[in-house]
């Protein structure tokens, strides 16, 4: 496919015959990216009936990459009939969500007990449980809901209510599957191909192509090895932090998680990543006590013990989630500015985040409360109830009538068993100034930030908290087992530092702040080659010349560098994604733009000006070189803080040269021979050896990501349409 961002195409069916004789690839490309086969805004049904009308007749006669690009996208008229009927559909149970018009506070709780009895039942085909998708969807219903949400009285709950939200949750899951099946398939990383002897459909990588070179695969492989690499790097600096410098001398939060209490001893022999937790003295003689009250009060002194040090511990692993959120980007430097001009670090922000996270935790075991009873602990009675009527009845149908009359008895059992977890201001903010650093804030700070995380017009993917009147509910299963802070930080956090011209950093805030993070990576790249030579440059721009009659335009090296003993100059140019690209075809659109488009330009300006004498002269001077270099090799490098471009190869208009796009995560760990996964295999020292060649050389052999190919076959995705008759029905699958 091309790379280049086109207009919707004519669909005429005149135009579309002409389109595909003339330029196939062209035309089909303007197809996928105005989107004119699948919306209907775009005349979509239009287009189809010409399409057909044209690929059916008896006088058209493609060549064979033509009918390949028509085999293409003929298969993608599923897409529209799946993506018709969702929104179809979605648009008649918002109306029944509209003329029902639930209190907000009513319309929140139902959307929690539809995830509550989906966790219990774990049967997305019945009702959705906690997972990414559901909460996301929780969150967008909840905002449709409030924008279109009608004037005539608020009604409370009821089973019509439960039906049409369950009901949304599942249509709009589905149709968030199908719009990523479909840029899966339009980007081409898979293959859509009919069930042979069943019916539905299959999105597979294509056969040619295997799991150890498929970019869609490689490129989440290569950010969960990223995160997790980063999340064990940012130990030590968390521990540099004041609260961990004031807990862990007695909790030892860096030392694992506490499972054995002592009281003055240092255990040897413990099970990985656990830590002994030293108690006074008179606890454990409480605990033994023969009287049964002062026994109590051990066993409760002990517990209280232990939930301190898990809080604290589960507080560290959550702010690890985010403390180094992307290369070169030190959270402490960067805030966000609120409507009332206070200014917080996004330091506090994940200090709060990671707060909510540990807390989290600690709900785990919500029934056992005094006078707490999860909707799952519901549950067993109203089974055996039913069974001891119908004593035959099949497992599906129980269910059903399980969750039939919980919704129906909804009322009685919230007052009976408090289902839910709710939390005052006073409650969650007395926890939050369990941290050193939060506890120095202001009322106003904490509460600008709480107020934050739990607004439904806020751009997370979903909401820990909801404001439910003058307490807040809880999702604490939202945060235990999701990965919430990575969340914040992709939907949140990057999307309001990195908008154009926002300026909130704390070292230079007269520059924007992609501005300044360019600059500053820039930086890091020319400080780790001067452990290769002391001849390298950053952020440099150099002038327009003319060089014998001919003008040369100017521009500016990212990072240039010289190596004396291979005669070479190394060209780098840099570019940032920022903010977190969430599908498929916002992942290939930025690689259009940036790397096979302002990249390619660039390196093509620097390699001009490089190849001149008087650019060669320019820039050898910038390098505090005594003479310009005799006929150097240039090499070409792009850099970014992602993995959409990885090693992909960037063609320059000089059919002679090229580049190659790696992340800076292996720049950087490659030039200083860091492992970051047990199954890589070792490679020679870089600075050791003192090469550049071999450096480059490794580079382009893909030395760092080579283990891929041995595990990328165990990386699995299994997801499918749930609501959708089994004619049309799509699952993708690797």
Partial sequence: MSNNRIKKPKISPESIQKQLLADSVSFIDQVIKSRVYLTPQSDAAKFWYNFKSVVNTENFFPDEVTYGYCAFISKMNLFFDLYSLYQENLKSQLESLKSLNPATSVLIKTLTLVVEIGDVFEKPDITPGYSFKSLKTMKRILREFEAKKSEHPESGYSVELY???KQLFGLKIDLETLLDFISAYETGHFDLVQLAGQQGYELIPYADVPDGSNQYILERLKTEIKQSYKKQEAQDGISGEDHFKSID????????????????????????????????????????????QVQQRGFTESLLAFR????????????????????ILDIHDYALKTNNEIVISLYDVFCVTSCLVAMADNYRYFSLFPGKKGVQDAIPAVIES????????????????????????FEIIENQCNPFVLLTKNEIITQLRTITELNKKADDELLFLLDTICAIENSFAYNPLYKLGNKYIFLYKACVDLNFNRMVYDYFISDNLFTPGTKSNAKDPSKSNDKLREEEFC?????????????????????????????????????????????LILAIQVKLSNTVKKNENAKAAWVDAHVYGKAAEQIQKDRVFLSSKSG???????????????????????????????????CLSDKSARAICISFFEFYNLLFNIRVHNSQKSWDNVIANG?????????????????????????????????INRQNTIMMRV
């Avoid at 301190?308 to 290369?327: S, V």
């Avoid at 320019?618 to 390098?623: I, V, W």
């Avoid at 005594?626 to 190869?649: E, G, S, Y």
């Avoid at 990328?712 to 299994?718: C, N």
Wanted: hydrophobic content about 40%; proline content about 3%; some cysteine.
């Fill in 308 to 327: 301190e040090q898990h809080f604290h511990y589960n507080y560290r692993h959550a702010m690890a989630e985010a403390y180094y959120p992307n290369d």
């Fill in 616 to 650: 060669l002269e320019f820039a050898s001077k910038k390098l505090n070189l005594k003479k310009a270099p005799k006929n150097p090799q240039i090499f070409h490098l792009v850099i970014t803080d992602n993995f959409l471009a990885d090693h992909r190869i960037v």
């Fill in 386 to 409: 039913i069974k001891s009527v119908h004593p035959d009845i099949e497992q599906e149908v129980l269910q059903k009538e399980v969750i039939t009359s919980i919704v129906t008895h």
């Fill in 163 to 165: 039906n049409c939200v």
């Fill in 691 to 723: 090469s550049i060649n071999y450096f480059l050389n490794i580079i382009e052999q893909n030395e760092f990501w080579r283990f891929l190919e041995d595990i990328s076959g165990e990386y699995k995705i299994a997801e499918k349409l749930m609501l």
């Fill in 249 to 292: 001398p007695v909790l030892n939060t860096d030392k694992g998680f506490a499972a054995i209490a002592v009281s003055g001893a240092t255990l040897v022999n413990k099970p990985e990543g656990t830590t002994e937790l030293k108690m006074d003295e008179s606890i454990f003689d409480k605990m033994n006590s023969s009287n049964q």
């Fill in 523 to 567: 930086k890091g790249i020319s400080n780790c080659l001067k452990n290769l030579t002391r001849h390298v440059i950053a952020n440099q721009v150099y002038p327009q010349i003319e060089d014998q009659a001919v003008i040369i335009q100017g521009g500016e090296f990212d990072v240039l560098a010289y190596f004396e003993k291979e005669n």
